[in-house]
């Protein structure tokens, strides 16, 4: 972002295909679900990085469905609300913290089987 943008934050529409069961967030990572409640997509914690190379957290928020917030793994999927269509995710900072030009880019991984 080359200026302040009129709110601090960027959103996302995430399109959930086949195979995402639901999402979970927690402690500002988003895990996107199989069926088994096993994550295959992770969103890291988003930072930001200043015109002057210095790095600021940033928070993920989800909206529009129940994400679960457990990390257990033995919670399971069903309670994670979003099984398909599109979810509206954001990234948000605090204004003060940021000076411009900035880069915003949450690091997105694949996750394999064990």
């Known amino acids: 972002m080359p200026v302040a ?5 960027i959103s996302y529409d995430l399109t959930l295909m086949n195979g995402v069961a639901g999402l979970r967030l927690v402690s500002n ?21 200043n015109g002057d ?32 269509g599109v979810v509206p995710g954001f990234v948000t900072w605090d204004p003060a913290a940021v000076t411009y030009p900035a880069l915003v880019d949450p690091g997105w991984i694949t996750l394999r089987d064990p």
Do not use: F, W
């Open 5 to 9: 943008p009129a709110k601090p934050e």
């Open 53 to 84: 190379c210095s790095v600021v957290d940033a928070r993920l928020e989800v909206t529009g469905c129940a994400n679960g917030h457990q990390p257990a793994r033995s919670v399971g999927p069903a309670g994670y609300g979003a099984r398909s």
């Open 29 to 49: 990572v988003l895990e996107l679900l199989d069926a088994g409640g096993m994550p295959r997509l992770r969103v890291r914690p988003p930072r930001i990085q």
